[in-house]
């Protein structure tokens, strides 16, 4: 997910992205632990997605303030 895309996205849907990475996230990790786990830059790439949510939601505070 590109940061422009992020941008664009309400704050209802930045919490409901966040919510549906870190599910992704741990099905990832246990696909992980139990040898399954096909495609190992997803973890990375969805660790990478979740900060730059993080960081757009800080910005967006910042702003108001």
Not at 34 to 44: D, F, M, Y
Request: charged share 40%; no cysteine; hydrophobic share 35%.
């Amino acid at each position: 997910m590109k940061t422009k895309e992020i941008r664009e996205l309400s704050d209802a849907e930045l919490v409901s992205k966040i919510a549906d990475l870190q599910r992704e996230k741990l099905n990832l990790k246990i696909q992980s632990r139990t040898g399954q786990l096909e495609k190992t830059a997803r973890v990375r790439q969805i660790r990478r997605d979740i900060a730059r949510i993080y960081t757009e939601q800080t910005a967006r505070a910042a702003k108001v303030q």
